[in-house]
């Protein structure tokens, strides 16, 4: 039975999916990263052996790459895979993702495993996600000059982090070094780790938390960073 208009927007916002096989995918878009958190209520309450662990992941990688198409999501993304505690096994699971990403017509980076134990890869911003468009379709354009004052304005309100690691489009740099002769580093208490990326428009605030984090980050990424800005 074809899916009515109403029913895919409802389902494109919902964070839960569900799979047919017990295996659920919770998908929590945020302002600097999308996390998604893979569950198996089939096996829940059991001890997973690391083939079944293997076995779950890799269905909820095939299923996780088309949501991620599906929705448009861009940016950080981070995926919590159920826990198999064997390096090859997680070495099979980045290998299959980075087979699955190719099929992909936008660019996207597999970087493997954080420490944490966190899948990390990165797809180009080709416009706003379908779930942030369904839920704010009144999305507004600014300028260069209006967003560098928009850019200094959050950063001073992210107190909280120790470091933050922005991305910003190399005209969008030119601009703030116009409008700006002092650093917005020296104004705020945070770390900064600025990067210029021509594949995103304006600015993004990619990670924040602590200094060890984000340096971690930066070095497993292998980014060139500047922290006068």
């Given at each position: 039975m074809?899916?009515?208009?109403?029913?895919?927007?409802?389902?494109?916002?919902?964070?839960?999916?569900?799979?047919?096989?017990?295996?659920?995918?919770?998908?929590?878009?945020?302002?600097?990263?999308?996390?998604?958190?893979?569950?198996?209520?089939?096996?829940?309450?059991?001890?997973?052996?690391?083939?079944?662990?293997?076995?779950?992941?890799?269905?909820?990688?095939?299923?996780?790459?088309?949501?991620?198409?599906?929705?448009n999501?861009?940016?950080?993304?981070?995926?919590?895979?159920?826990?198999?505690?064997?390096?090859?096994?997680?070495?099979?699971?980045?290998?299959?993702?980075?087979?699955?990403?190719?099929?992909?017509?936008?660019?996207?980076?597999?970087?493997?495993?954080?420490?944490?134990?966190?899948?990390?890869?990165?797809?180009?911003?080709?416009?706003?996600?379908?779930?942030?468009?369904?839920?704010?379709?009144?999305?507004?354009?600014?300028?260069?000059?209006?967003?560098?004052?928009?850019?200094?304005?959050?950063?001073?309100?992210?107190?909280?982090?120790?470091?933050?690691?922005?991305?910003?489009?190399?005209k969008?740099?030119?601009?703030?070094?116009?409008?700006?002769?002092?650093?917005?580093?020296?104004?705020?208490?945070?770390?900064?780790?600025?990067?210029?990326?021509?594949?995103?428009?304006?600015?993004?605030?990619?990670?924040?938390?602590?200094?060890?984090?984000?340096?971690?980050?930066?070095?497993?990424?292998?980014?060139?960073?500047?922290?006068?800005?």
């Open positions: 074809p899916v009515s208009l109403a029913r895919l927007q409802e389902q494109l916002i919902n964070p839960l999916v569900e799979l047919n096989n017990g295996i659920s995918l919770v998908i929590e878009e945020t302002e600097a990263m999308t996390v998604i958190d893979v569950n198996s209520h089939k096996m829940k309450g059991r001890s997973f052996s690391n083939s079944q662990a293997l076995d779950v992941n890799r269905a909820a990688a095939k299923e996780i790459q088309k949501q991620i198409r599906l929705r999501l861009s940016g950080i993304i981070l995926i919590d895979f159920i826990s198999m505690k064997n390096e090859n096994k997680e070495k099979q699971i980045v290998s299959e993702m980075r087979d699955l990403v190719k099929k992909d017509p936008t660019k996207t980076n597999v970087f493997g495993m954080t420490k944490l134990g966190l899948l990390e890869l990165t797809r180009k911003k080709e416009n706003a996600s379908l779930p942030s468009l369904l839920t704010n379709p009144r999305e507004v354009n600014f300028t260069d000059e209006t967003a560098v004052y928009r850019l200094e304005r959050e950063l001073l309100r992210k107190r909280e982090a120790e470091a933050l690691m922005i991305a910003v489009h190399p969008f740099m030119d601009c703030k070094k116009r409008l700006l002769s002092e650093p917005i580093s020296s104004k705020i208490p945070q770390e900064l780790f600025v990067r210029q990326d021509a594949d995103i428009c304006g600015y993004q605030i990619e990670l924040e938390g602590s200094l060890d984090m984000i340096r971690e980050a930066v070095q497993r990424r292998g980014y060139h960073v500047d922290n006068l800005f």
